[in-house]
């Protein structure tokens, strides 16, 4: 007893010293790191095996807490159970100036202080300091707690008063500057802060503030003040979302901004301690116009090029995938420029847009379509064979026409199409598949232009056979040879080939319109734009004379170089009107890989 006495005497006088030195024995170190100090302190006047240190935050909930036991600290793990613990009746007690009894202390501690099944005995104190309690210190025995040991506990808390009320107040001053200056750090974003249960707006930076209208948000429930029309939390609110350490990414149409926002949510602990909801917006409503703008076609409200290649693209990997087919369609507006021509450039837009939404709606789930150029389109059927694509645009034709009817439209809508279908094992080429399509495309074509013109031919009383001007007929053969001899009516479009030219090179018909389009697609993707640039520049009247060797695909397809030569005529406005050519068939062809 008299050993007990000393004690208490020896620490009343060093607890009057401490107070007058506050300022020399402050730290601010986590207490994971004086823990150790402080429970050897603590083993001088004590036989305890375990020590615990918890700083309480204003609204007592437990801000810091770290455990010492049986000689070294513990992992953060063994002091998390502190954070569960709800410090509030401490606080009841203070005000209504009770003592704080064992039987309080056991009600709140209950029996998370016990580290195992075999724990020792334990006794927790409160730490006071300027009117409130700063935190606590849990200790543990081995044996039964005496009157006197739980006095000397309490002496002991008084020790460390000034150290936990100044943690809690630079930490407080230090929280404070963190969100400060990590807030103003983003003023180009939206930030904002809510309670997770009430979703009262604890915090919103000025950017938000300005840009939403809210003077005074603080207080506030946020979908009162951040949406329209709501009478209850938003049903995209990703609140519930959440989980600890990780954020959560989305994209919302603000509908008092009218814009368009990537947020990005996430918690964090607050400076009272609790756990609440952190969001940062970025306004990305500029970047989505721009990114809608090349992927989607501003006409017709399809799909670009671009973005539906990088789609059939996808779609053909996931076929690869899942062993299924697909099939496309390349199709073309028919005599489009005709309807801009006569009717103007908005009805040919009209034309465009009419036939791109028939297309369109007639599709269904995993069936998509996107603008190839001007007048051409493509559209990819998922997992369907060539039969169920042809009777969908077959159906599309066939609404078109109801369209027209309808509408009492004094121009044909329609389209030629061609037909494709993949197989899983064959969907890595884009550009082989594109070009296939587009041959077969290009034969509905040439069968439509030839049956439109005997039409309009028949309609006007005039021959349907093939014609041209025999006067100059003879200049342009005479500068050639009499190899394979061809001969095109430049004005019309119309071309004869001669019989063996027809079968050397698989071409559809001796008289076919279009020939130049016919005959481009045989000729080696290396060096087609040469023979183009050659052609146009006959037309564009720039030369007479087109002379070039290039590589062509025979019946066979084999590659084969020939020597094309060929002179235009033209007629008294100096216009492109028979052209002559000749293809040299030498003795033995040339091959090439």
Not at 386 to 395: F, G, I, L, T
Not at 562 to 568: A, F, K, N, Q
């Amino acid at each position: 007893m008299r050993d007990n006495c000393r004690k208490i005497e020896y620490l009343t006088i060093l607890n009057e010293a401490l107070e007058a030195l506050a300022p020399f024995v402050i730290g601010q170190g986590p207490l994971a790191e004086i823990i150790q100090s402080f429970a050897a302190f603590v083993q001088r006047f004590l036989p305890v095996c375990g020590v615990g240190l918890i700083s309480l935050s204003e609204n007592y909930r437990v801000r810091e807490a770290a455990v010492w036991r049986d000689g070294k600290i513990m992992p953060e793990e063994a002091a998390r159970y502190f954070y569960e613990l709800d410090f509030s009746e401490w606080k009841d007690c203070l005000q209504a100036n009770e003592e704080i009894d064992d039987k309080t202390l056991g009600r709140i501690m209950e029996l998370s202080c016990r580290a195992e099944e075999d724990a020792s005995l334990f006794a927790a104190v409160p730490v006071f300091y300027s009117g409130r309690i700063q935190g606590a210190i849990a200790a543990e025995k081995e044996q039964e707690w005496t009157e006197e040991e739980k006095e000397l506990l309490a002496m002991l808390a008084q020790t460390s008063q000034i150290a936990l009320a100044n943690r809690t107040y630079c930490q407080n001053q230090l929280e404070q500057t963190w969100v400060f200056n990590e807030l103003m750090d983003n003023m180009r974003a939206n930030i904002y802060v809510t309670d997770l249960d009430t979703d009262e707006v604890l915090f919103m930076n000025k950017t938000m503030r300005k840009e939403f209208g809210v003077k005074e948000p603080i207080g506030k429930i946020c979908w009162q003040v951040l949406q329209e029309g709501k009478s209850q939390r938003c049903d995209f609110c990703p609140v519930d979302k959440l989980q600890p350490d990780s954020s959560y990414v989305w994209e919302e149409y603000n509908t008092v901004t009218h814009k368009h926002y990537e947020n990005y949510d996430s918690t964090m602990r607050w400076l009272d301690g609790r756990t609440v909801h952190f969001q940062q917006s970025v306004d990305i409503t500029n970047a989505k116009k721009m990114s809608r703008e090349a992927n989607f076609d501003e006409l017709t409200g399809l799909m670009s090029r671009r973005a539906g290649k990088e789609r059939l693209s996808a779609a053909l990997a996931q076929a690869k995938k899942e062993n299924v087919s697909v099939s496309v369609c390349l199709y073309d507006v028919n005599l489009l420029k005709r309807v801009n021509d006569t009717y103007g450039h908005i009805e040919g837009d009209k034309l465009l847009t009419t036939i791109a939404r028939v297309v369109a709606g007639s599709l269904e789930e995993g069936q998509f379509a996107f603008r190839m150029s001007g007048d051409e389109f493509m559209v990819v059927f998922y997992g369907c064979g060539e039969k169920v694509a042809d009777k969908v645009m077959q159906h599309a034709q066939e609404e078109l026409a109801r369209v027209r009817e309808r509408e009492r439209t004094p121009y044909e809508i329609s389209f030629c199409y061609g037909v494709l279908g993949i197989g899983p094992q064959d969907t890595g080429d884009i550009t082989k598949i594109i070009t296939e399509v587009d041959e077969r495309m290009y034969k509905q074509k040439r069968m439509y232009h030839n049956g439109r013109i005997s039409r309009e031919r028949a309609e006007a009383g005039v021959p349907g056979e093939f014609s041209y001007d025999k006067e100059h007929l003879y200049e342009a053969l005479a500068a050639s040879t009499d190899d394979y001899i061809y001969i095109c009516n430049m004005k019309t479009d119309m071309f004869r080939f001669p019989p063996d030219m027809v079968k050397e090179f698989a071409l559809p018909g001796e008289i076919v319109y279009g020939g130049d389009s016919v005959w481009t697609m045989l000729i080696h993707e290396d060096d087609r734009l040469a023979f183009a640039r050659s052609m146009e520049e006959l037309r564009a009247g720039v030369t007479d004379i087109h002379d070039m060797e290039y590589r062509a695909r025979n019946k066979d397809g084999r590659w084969v170089w020939i020597h094309c030569r060929g002179r235009v005529s033209r007629d008294e406005n100096g216009e492109a009107e028979l052209f002559a050519g000749i293809v040299t068939k030498p003795e033995k062809w040339k091959t090439t890989d």
